[in-house]
């Protein structure tokens, strides 16, 4: 469950920028420029150099804030082996010391219709795996967060997202795991092939209903109606064969002070959606060229394209399951007092072997993901031309993700490309067509948002 949960976040692709809040007057050396100057060395010339201009940009990140970024993200790393191993450990105590055969006998005692039994199966072990993890919960979700300057919510406001997401989970996986194990008490021969294509229509609606039903639980998300913005916007989709007609804001500043925009939903959900930090501290240029990425998406169709890459994984995942779940039974059934593959108190088993398979897929999914998202931005660079916007946001996403890691740091850990390598695609492009940007009076700096010359000390 927990994995394919992982897997719809996934089918959501989206360019984040993270920013700590800087106060009044000059920025601290730890914080990425709020405005980027746009280089003299990425300056249209007949001697335009792609690397000197990619190393001007990245000359502009303070040494302390690269360095605050690159703890950050490479800390990262080790999160992804902590909760692997953090969840194996859960699995193996509900497992060896029989919690999930009790819990399974309690839910047989409240109930003798079998889907209400597996819901209050998992009712149990969703509120006892969110009580064994929640330390690891709070210092990766809340106190780090916290500490590199990347959250805004206190304690109390933190928990209370919390509370709701297990409420959503309660629901929404709770549907899931009794329809799964449904069908494998009805096809106990072919229940992998049969569950696999659940998986996935489950997965395709839960992405079809988030943005309506699921991301208003947690924020505020209203039509955008500053033309100023939006007008832009909506002419940039409309030369690129997108019926759009409203452009969405997301009050994400309320948990964090990065900077996002995504494209969400499916069908006729789908939805692109801009947050309130890119609003405010965005350069139109930033904005348009990040729209330009979102739409990029959208042409490209890659939530289709995820949808189809993705149940291949699943298949492949549920033939995985059917064979690792009868070898392991056979062997430690008996002892963890699971009845069968039906029994819901096989559940941990199930998650357990589910986390080592996505733990050893980790970079190829990342590989997958990063490179719809490299298309993304080529897409976004010839509709918005606005490679110096690009960059910015490149230098901006920098505040939480490593910019220049090595060729298989790339590859095993980001699922977007770095910042690094966005610049250089950026300036690549800008080398190619500099005729666009001979302009008798070259600006210093990218032009603000309104909200922005507004706003003291941005």
Request: glycine share 6%; hydrophobic share 45%.
């Amino acid at each position: 469950m927990f994995a394919l949960a992982g897997l719809v976040f996934c089918m959501c692709p989206c360019i984040t920028s993270g920013q700590a809040t800087p106060g009044p007057g000059a920025e601290p050396a730890t914080v990425m420029p709020s405005v980027t100057t746009i280089p003299e060395a990425a300056r249209p010339s007949d001697h335009f150099d792609v690397g000197a201009a990619t190393s001007a940009y990245m000359a502009q990140i303070p040494a302390a804030a690269r360095a605050r970024s690159d703890a950050y993200f490479e800390g990262g790393y080790w999160f992804i082996l902590w909760d692997f191993l953090y969840g194996a450990v859960i699995a193996l105590l509900l497992l060896n010391l029989g919690w999930s055969a009790a819990m399974r006998n309690l839910a047989h005692r409240l109930s003798r219709f079998k889907p209400l039994q597996t819901f209050f199966y998992w009712a149990q072990y969703l509120l006892l795996t969110s009580i064994l993890g929640f330390p690891l919960a709070v210092y990766e979700g809340y106190t780090r967060e916290r500490q590199y300057g990347l959250a805004t919510q206190t304690f109390g406001p933190w928990m209370v997202d919390q509370f709701k997401a297990l409420l959503v989970s309660l629901v929404l996986g709770g549907v899931l795991v009794v329809l799964l194990f449904g069908v494998v008490r009805r096809l106990p021969r072919t229940w992998w092939i049969w569950g696999s294509i659940v998986a996935i229509v489950f997965m395709v609606f839960a992405v079809m209903i988030a943005p309506v039903y699921i991301v208003p639980i947690f924020n505020k998300v209203t039509r955008l109606n500053d033309p100023r913005v939006t007008q832009p916007i909506l002419q940039l989709a409309r030369a690129n064969g997108i019926a759009a007609k409203d452009v969405y804001e997301i009050d994400a500043s309320r948990q964090t002070t990065r900077m996002s925009a995504n494209v969400s939903g499916f069908g006729n959900t789908m939805r692109i959606t801009l947050n309130d930090n890119l609003l405010k501290r965005g350069s139109q240029e930033e904005i348009q060229s990040i729209m330009g990425h979102e739409m990029g998406h959208y042409v490209l169709n890659h939530i289709p394209k995820d949808i189809t890459f993705f149940f291949i994984v699943i298949v492949v995942f549920f033939a995985y399951l059917r064979w690792s779940l009868d070898w392991c039974l056979k062997r430690w059934g008996t002892k963890w007092q699971i009845r069968d593959i039906g029994d819901p108190a096989v559940l941990p088993l199930v998650v357990l072997l589910g986390s080592i398979f996505f733990f050893v897929m980790t970079p190829f999914l990342n590989t997958h993901t990063r490179t719809q998202e490299r298309e993304a931005d080529m897409y976004g660079l010839n509709a918005s031309r606005q490679p110096d916007g690009f960059a910015q946001a490149a230098i901006h996403l920098g505040e939480y993700r490593k910019m220049k890691p090595g060729p298989i740091e790339e590859f095993i850990f980001y699922d977007h490309p770095s910042g690094y390598n966005r610049i250089h695609s950026a300036m690549r492009w800008k080398a190619e067509n500099l005729d666009l940007f001979r302009t008798p009076a070259q600006p210093s700096t990218l032009q603000q948002t309104p909200a922005q010359q507004q706003a003291p000390g941005l």
